[in-house]
């Protein structure tokens, strides 16, 4: 049963807390990636990475940090220095070069005590 | 700095009709254009998608139109159906390139 896993479903976080996002993927996809999502707003780029042991940052990646050890996953950190963390949070694969299409883990909702 | 701009942000239409939604963009190295829908706490999930080499692509009741010359694209669901509801995002990319870059999103509302 092949897709993108991510967890937990729902994350809480305290104030000065670091919390890591897990993302799973066995689609043998390159490329990952990290959304955010708020509402009315669409979905924002984090973290992107193309090969193993290499990322770039997107758009809104102040606060955030990544890793990618191996292929199958890449963790999303969501640091101290995020202090607007409330958000729905989305990973993506896609397959090599010529197929442009991503595909979407279920979601992560992260939530500020 | 939107690059995708997309509207109307809410939509409600009667079960069998129409839904219309527009995008526009501003980047003319654009060459992939992709709609996605997401249900509530779901990811989005691909729907359907278009290249700039082509006018119009249909899959079932969902159609693409693509107006090049006018940087704008639209999706257009027939027959709607209250199982069609959900929020549809347009997106961008270029070919080979980073990610995708989203519009704001359409909450579809199809009323029984």
């Known amino acids: 049963d092949g897709g993108i896993t991510q967890s937990p479903k729902y994350l809480f976080r305290k104030e000065g807390q670091n919390v890591t996002l897990s993302c799973e993927q066995n689609l043998n996809h390159d490329a990952m990636y990290w959304y955010r999502q708020d509402p009315g707003q669409g979905l924002r780029l984090i973290y992107y990475s193309q090969i193993v042991n290499d990322f770039q940052k997107g758009d809104i990646a102040e606060g955030y940090s990544v890793s990618r050890e191996k292929k199958e996953s890449f963790p999303l950190t969501v640091t101290s220095a995020q202090k607007n963390p409330t958000a729905f949070y989305l990973c993506?694969?896609?397959?090599?070069?010529?197929?442009?299409?991503?595909?979407f883990g279920p979601g992560t909702r992260l939530l500020v005590l | 700095q939107q690059q995708v701009k997309q509207s109307p942000q809410s939509l409600i239409v009667q079960k069998g009709g129409i839904s219309i939604i527009n995008c526009a963009y501003e980047?003319?190295?654009?060459?992939?254009f992709p709609w996605y829908q997401q249900f509530p706490g779901k990811g989005p999930a691909l729907l359907i998608a278009?290249?700039?080499?082509?006018s119009e692509k249909k899959e079932g009741r969902f159609t693409i139109s693509f107006n090049k010359s006018a940087k704008q694209f639209s999706l257009h669901i027939m027959d709607s159906q209250p199982g069609d509801s959900a929020t549809y995002f347009c997106a961008a990319s270029i070919k080979g390139r980073r990610a995708l870059t989203f519009g704001s999103g359409t909450r579809l509302q199809v009323q029984p």
């Open positions: 278009i290249r700039p080499d082509v």
């Open positions: 980047n003319t190295a654009f060459d992939y």
């Open positions: 993506a694969s896609k397959a090599p070069a010529g197929h442009e299409t991503q595909y």
